[in-house]
């Protein structure tokens, strides 16, 4: 069995906006988290859902980068001041400590949250070991999140929503049962790939574990989108792969930033999908399944909405990063 992947006509597409699809949404006294929020999708996410009168917290590495990021989205402040409507706080996806530490200063303080989206990552960096010897995008992109909304479960309001950002990288590769970490043979593309996979996964078996309390998770394919994630990515080989034409501009195809941040945003708040809990969404809606292996147009490979699969990423997670799960 695997979930249903069927578009539902949601009235927007590949280009619509995350303020686009926030129109008409007030979004006062809900508290968001969006890991990521301070940079590229991220802070078009933090932006519009600010504007629609969340309080979003976003957990940074370097928080003072992240404060001046945000420092004027909701209005005029100081260079090292994030701006009204946002919250920064210390965290670093790769160090389970650290995430730790976040998730019992945030659950001391008694406060629910609404809303998370795990945003944050890593794309085709080179072999990096985080922690235990883990692979980087693994560990950063699946597991540290993994790890965050465990230890947050006692804050997760009723009716809450978990996204997760995927991406059509999961076209290259299902999880590698037999080598997760890469420990032969790292590929770089491989590593991105399997990450993006255990992020749709994840989704998955949080929303069935989830959803007789009302919470619900979706899986997000934002689209093409040229931002800070790329940085280990040499401009030659976004000319090479056909992501930008000989003058630098992207390709046709590619979206931008705001509407980059539209579907995360749109599977955070869409009255549409109550009872669509698990899907895989692309342009603001449900993806159908992939017809083809272009990543560009997308949709969903079969490994990705396989409840056995997400099982037993599951039990492996909770193993790995000793959180008890739901």
């Known amino acids: 069995m695997t979930t249903r992947q069927q578009k539902l006509g949601s009235g927007f597409g590949a280009h619509s906006t995350a303020q686009d699809v926030l129109t008409g949404i007030d979004l006062t ?44 989205i909701a209005g005029e402040t100081t260079r090292r001041t994030a701006a009204p409507g946002t919250e920064v706080q210390p965290l670093d996806l790769a160090d389970l400590e650290s995430i730790r530490i976040f998730a019992d200063r945030f659950l001391e303080t008694g406060r629910t949250l609404d809303l998370v989206i795990n945003g944050a990552g890593v794309m085709a960096c080179p072999e990096t070991r985080v922690g235990p010897g883990w692979e980087a995008h693994f560990a950063i992109n699946h597991l540290g999140h993994f790890a965050l909304v465990n230890r947050l479960r006692p804050a997760l309001a009723p009716g809450a929503r978990v996204v997760a950002v995927a991406s059509s990288g999961h076209f290259l590769s299902g999880i590698r049962w037999d080598d997760i970490h890469f420990r032969t043979g790292y590929d770089r593309w491989l590593a991105y790939a399997q990450s993006k996979t255990a992020n749709a996964l994840f989704a998955l078996h949080l929303d069935r574990l989830g959803a007789e309390s009302g919470l619900h998770a979706f899986a997000v394919h934002p689209g093409s989108i040229l931002t800070p994630l790329q940085r280990h990515i040499p401009r030659e080989e976004w000319l090479a792969q056909g992501w930008v034409t000989p003058d630098g501009e992207p390709a046709e195809g590619f979206k931008t930033p705001e509407q980059g941040a539209a579907t995360a945003v749109w599977a955070a708040t869409s009255p549409l999908l109550d009872g669509h809990g698990g899907a895989y969404c692309q342009d603001c809606d449900i993806a159908g399944p992939a017809g083809t292996d272009d990543m560009l147009i997308g949709g969903v490979k079969p490994w990705v909405t396989d409840p056995g699969a997400a099982s037993r990423l599951w039990e492996l997670s909770c193993e790995l990063t000793g959180t008890s799960g739901f």
Not at 54 to 68: H, S
């Open 29 to 72: 006294g809900t508290t968001a988290l969006v890991t990521g929020g301070y940079s590229g999708l991220g802070l078009e996410t933090t932006r519009a859902l600010v504007r629609a009168g969340a309080q979003v917290i976003v957990p940074a590495r370097r928080p003072a980068r992240a404060a001046e990021a945000l420092h004027g």
